[in-house]
């Protein structure tokens, strides 16, 4: 077969770290290419150069055997290039018909007047989604659609542009079961019809329904090509994560105490985030939560904590019924939460150190509602020490600190609070290796005064070195628990992706 993108040596530096390194490979024509690896491995910062959204730093590309080289998205388009992106980019507001030709509506003119041809906009959109065997009429409201309906149209709009090649990055995250069967079907037209796709995807057991081929990234390189046809689940795995992947983790005495559960979840639902999630955390136990991008995992976490309302269930911490939780009275009981999102979420960046070490805090440190810094000043200054936070003065803005550091004073300002449970979403996300395992360090020695923990991260390894039991999520639904100390990588990564 005919190669429709050819690859040579193409790298993206960013600083100290190689995004992409010396990526080299051909892409077939008319055949839909999976691509997997884990978080930070490179995929999709080879969509994004294919894309133009980045520039490389070095290498080369070809498009149908003529070099390409894309200064913006703009550049891609032209060259038909076409990107689908994880977050829709819809109006909800507009129409089929205006949302798939927004900016480039067809005109007609009369005595020097233009204006939008809404009877060409209109048929060009009924012969485009016809053409697709789509059931959707061109006036159709986006915000009435389903969200499978919406993802369609976004491709649909990306049809419209006439690609050579389809870009898709994690187009099931948000769909349900039958919305990613329309969805494939859809996929499996545009093939035959000599569509050449990109397919980005965390969903492992959705590989040998859609792709042709699967290519592997480790740490910015290109491990390996297969046909799907010819390989295994386990081979994939062991291409993703090499000579680690089925090591078991040293064992760790864990200070969970089997007999107090601190923390009951029953039945707790709300569709369609999560349904009938029902688990226990004990005293002292670091609880994992593991599953791929939209299993449900945070919104489980932000429900408990009272962040996002809950269609039924139950909730009870240390004994108690919790009837309508809210962050506030979370807080006062005993419940600490480091979201995933620290710069947006955990932290004020433009606020001091002391400021962001004390928010949690507040009401046990100004319970008349006057706030000093001098009721403040010793748990930040207990929080620094304990947690080893480097910095010049407390005064200084948190945006100054290392993201590792950054972390620690999300941490720190929870544990002001004594927490008796800690949520833990994503900690470990954009640091070192060495703040990782300051990190880790301070999870178990809270655990050993008596802290109960639940952690979620999308770095499957991380859960099997943090976590004394693991539970698995997968599609709002959790299926089952593991020992890590009994599980492989392989192990886990399969048990996320295709159950147990």
Not at 44 to 73: E, R
Not at 150 to 175: G, R, Y
Not at 366 to 383: D, F, N, S
Request: hydrophobic share 40%.
């Amino acid at each position: 077969m005919s190669a429709i993108v050819e690859t040579q040596g193409l790298t993206k530096v960013y600083g100290n770290v190689v995004a992409l390194d010396k990526f080299t490979h051909r892409f077939e024509k008319s055949r839909i290419h999976a691509l997997m690896g884990k978080n930070g491995s490179g995929k999709s910062t080879l969509v994004n150069v294919l894309a133009g959204v980045v520039q490389p730093t070095s290498g080369q590309m070809s498009l149908n055997g003529k070099d390409m080289h894309f200064s913006s998205p703009a550049d891609a388009l032209n060259a038909n290039v076409v990107t689908v992106h994880q977050e829709l980019s819809l109006v909800p507001e507009l129409s089929v018909a205006e949302n798939i030709y927004l900016g480039r509506m067809p005109k007609s003119h009369f005595l020097g007047i233009s204006k939008i041809d809404w009877t060409s906009a209109r048929t060009k959109t009924k012969i485009l989604l016809e053409d697709m065997k789509l059931e959707i009429g061109p006036d159709a409201i986006i915000s009435s659609l389903s969200v499978g309906q919406q993802q369609t149209v976004e491709i649909a709009k990306a049809m419209s542009f006439n690609p050579s090649l389809l870009l898709l990055d994690e187009p099931t995250s948000a769909l349900a079961s039958k919305e990613v069967e329309m969805l494939f079907r859809l996929l499996r037209r545009l093939r035959k019809q000599g569509t050449t796709m990109m397919y980005i995807s965390h969903r492992m057991s959705e590989l040998a329904e859609i792709a042709d081929t699967v290519t592997v990234l480790r740490d910015g390189k290109h491990i390996g090509t297969v046909e799907m046809a010819e390989t295994t689940n386990s081979d994939i795995v062991d291409m993703m994560f090499g000579n680690v992947a089925h090591n078991r983790p040293a064992e760790r005495v864990s200070q969970a105490d089997p007999n107090n559960a601190i923390l009951k979840v029953q039945g707790l639902s709300r569709k369609p985030a999560y349904e009938d999630v029902s688990f226990e955390l004990f005293k002292g136990e670091v609880l994992g939560i593991a599953g791929m991008l939209g299993a449900g995992r945070t919104e489980v976490l932000r429900s408990i904590f009272g962040a996002d309302p809950f269609d039924s269930g139950e909730i009870i911490v240390d004994g108690q019924k919790i009837k309508d939780p809210d962050p506030q009275y979370m807080t006062e009981i005993g419940l600490g939460y480091t979201p995933e999102n620290r710069k947006e979420v955990g932290l004020v960046q433009a606020h001091s150190i002391h400021n962001n070490l004390s928010m949690a805090s507040l009401r046990q440190n100004a319970p008349l509602g006057i706030i000093t810094k001098a009721a403040e000043r010793p748990g930040v200054i207990k929080q620094v020490d304990n947690l080893h936070i480097k910095i010049d003065s407390a005064e200084d803005p948190v945006s100054s600190l290392s993201g590792g550091n950054q972390q620690k004073v999300v941490f720190g300002n929870w544990m002001n609070t004594n927490p008796k449970i800690m949520f833990f979403d994503e900690p470990s996300r954009g640091v070192d290796v060495q703040a990782k395992q300051q990190i880790f360090k301070i999870i178990w020695d809270q655990a050993e005064k008596g802290l109960s923990s639940i952690f979620v991260s999308t770095e499957l390894e991380e859960m099997l070195e943090v976590c004394d039991r693991i539970l698995i999520m997968r599609e709002g639904r959790m299926i089952g628990e593991l020992d890590p100390s009994q599980t492989t990588l392989t192990e886990l990564y399969t048990a996320c992706m295709e159950g147990l």
